[in-house]
C-alpha cells in the first residue's frame, strides 16, 4: 500500500517543512494561533484527501506531478523568506 507513495516522499517532507515556515510566518505577523492551527488543520486534511485520491488516479504522471509540487515549494518558501527578510 505504501509503496505507490514512495515516488512522492521528497513532496511530503518538503511540504511539511514548508507547512511550518507558513504557519511561523502567521505567527510572526500576528494572526490568532488557535484560528490559524484551525485552519491549517483543516488544509492539511483537505490535501490529504485529495492527494490520496489524486495517487491513486494519477500515478502514471508522478514525475511531472512532483517537479510541479516541488517547484511550489521552492516559491512559496521564497516567497516567504523574501517577505521575512523585508519585515513584512
Known amino acids: ?3 505507490q507513495y514512495l515516488p512522492f516522499i521528497a ?3 518538503f511540504g511539511n517543512i514548508e507547512n511550518l515556515v ?3 510566518q502567521g505567527v ?3 494572526v490568532n494561533p488557535v ?3 484551525i485552519a491549517s488543520i483543516l488544509c492539511v486534511s483537505m490535501w490529504l484527501i485529495i492527494g490520496t485520491l489524486g495517487t491513486q488516479i ?4 508522478v514525475d511531472f506531478i512532483e517537479f510541479i509540487g ?5 516559491a512559496l518558501g521564497l516567497q516567504a523568506m523574501i517577505q521575512s527578510v523585508r519585515g513584512e
Do not use: N, Q
Open 11 to 13: 513532496l511530503i517532507i
Open 28 to 30: 510572526v505577523a500576528g
Open 58 to 61: 494519477l500515478i502514471d504522471y
Open 35 to 37: 484560528k490559524l492551527g
Open 70 to 74: 516541488g517547484f511550489a515549494i521552492f
Open 1 to 3: 500500500m505504501f509503496k
Open 22 to 24: 507558513l504557519s511561523s
